[in-house]
């Protein structure tokens, strides 16, 4: 974690390059199209020449723009604003209430759900949609469980790039293909899976069809580090340190990766040290738990899972393709991962709810992981935590309604109202 930062190599554009995490061959960044490495297909990871520490952040930067949000941290990133409503700058929740039952020292809830469109995603479309206009592709696309399709479309809207994307028939909440549909993307319902529209956008990205923006694009996970800075600011600001764990739910792995890489490059600037690190525990579904198998089995390769299902349709994932950057993550933190039923994920996001924060299942997924490790001993009493919920709870309203109380019919009369409501 605390290697030292590679050579400037000559491929470098303004002290940013690409390099493939497996061989290390570097890329110009912004000369060619590329997801993954030209010789051995290896993921690729975005790299810079100067890492910034905390006070090189918001208005300590030395370049002027925005305080707050994702491009706040300007200098953790290849541009210094790119299409943006703007994202970022999410609440870290106070629960005192569940913190007390779930029995730790401190626990925090980052509501990612608060983003423009409601999801994460934005923060990695802010930045991606920036190199698309960079790369002056044509069409930007993505598979989707369906909160990358409703930040791709806001964000491709914005920029006036068409978009298209490609969905799990049947397997999609409502609310977001709402907004994929509103905002002007193209909608391609495929009968299979996550994973098989993935398969497929990628086929197509490959042909120059399309310019691909599931996290496969390293540029992606650049705007999604920026939860990692948000959480340790904000934390250090509350409690005047740094949380011991970050607890997330895993789909693709986009988000453990992208923390990590964000924490790695804090730590090589010497603004954190290595034992300030949070620990990263991942929490899958059981029905889509390949990286918690891989975690749990020792193994650096995760075996996809060809058959999934959970009602946290957003990680109904079988083949998290940021893996290889993911496990490491887990692995160097000394973080772990753990799988929860759907029952488990319903009651925590009720739970949640019990305290005004409003989350769509695959969100829910984090605080049900919490509580089965500190059931299991896994996680201690003392330490501070932060649980992040990725999604907002409008985004599936089905799952909301099934999850709450159900309404009641009333006579339209008071007296009989109230004489229901006194019952
Ligand atoms: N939570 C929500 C609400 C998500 O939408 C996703 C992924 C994840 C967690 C998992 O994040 O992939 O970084 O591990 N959704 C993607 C999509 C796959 O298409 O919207 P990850």
Known sequence: ????????PAC???????????????FAPFEDVRYTCDHCDGLLEVRYAELPTFDDFGTGASTDGPDRGVWRYREALP??????????????????????????????????????????????????????????????ACASTGNTSAALATYGGR???PTLVLLPQGKVAAGKIAQASLH??????????????????????????????????????????????????????DYGRFPDRIVLPVGNAGNTSAIYKGFRELVQSGALDVDEVPKLTGVQAEGAA??????TEGNDEISRWEHVETRATAIRIGNPVNAPKALPGVHNTGGTAVAVSDNEITAAQAHLATEGVGV????????????KLRRQGRVDDDELVVCLTTG?????????????????????????????ISE
Not at 90 to 98: K, Y
Not at 184 to 208: K, P, S, T
Not at 290 to 295: N, S
């Open 184 to 237: 002007g993307a193209r909608i391609l319902e495929v009968d299979g899976n996550f994973d098989d529209c993935l398969d497929i956008v990628q086929e197509l990205a490959a042909r120059g069809a399309v310019y691909l923006l599931n996290s496969l694009n390293p540029f992606r996970l650049e705007g999604q580090k920026t939860i990692g800075f948000e959480i340790l600011e904000q934390c250090y600001a």
């Open 392 to 420: 907002h709870l409008l985004k599936d309203p089905e799952a909301a309604y099934k999850a709450g109380g159900d309404p009641e019919p009333v006579p339209n009369d008071a007296d009989a109202i109230h004489e229901q």
């Open 360 to 371: 769509e299942p695959a969100s829910a997924a984090s605080l049900a992981g919490l509580k």
């Open 159 to 161: 920029a006036g790039m």
């Open 12 to 26: 470098a554009d303004d002290g940013t390059w690409l390099a493939c995490i497996e061989c290390g061959e570097t």
């Open 290 to 295: 390949p990286m918690v198998e891989a975690v």
């Open 79 to 140: 541009f210094d604003l790119g299409v943006t409503l703007p994202e970022g700058d999410t609440p870290l929740h106070r629960v005192p209430r569940i913190e007390d039952i779930v029995g730790v020292d401190g626990l925090r809830i980052k509501h990612e759900g608060m983003n423009p469109s409601g999801s994460f995603k934005d923060r990695g479309m802010t930045v991606g949609v920036r190199v698309a206009q960079e790369l002056d592709v044509g069409a930007l």
């Open 1 to 8: 974690m605390d290697a030292a930062p590679d050579a400037v």
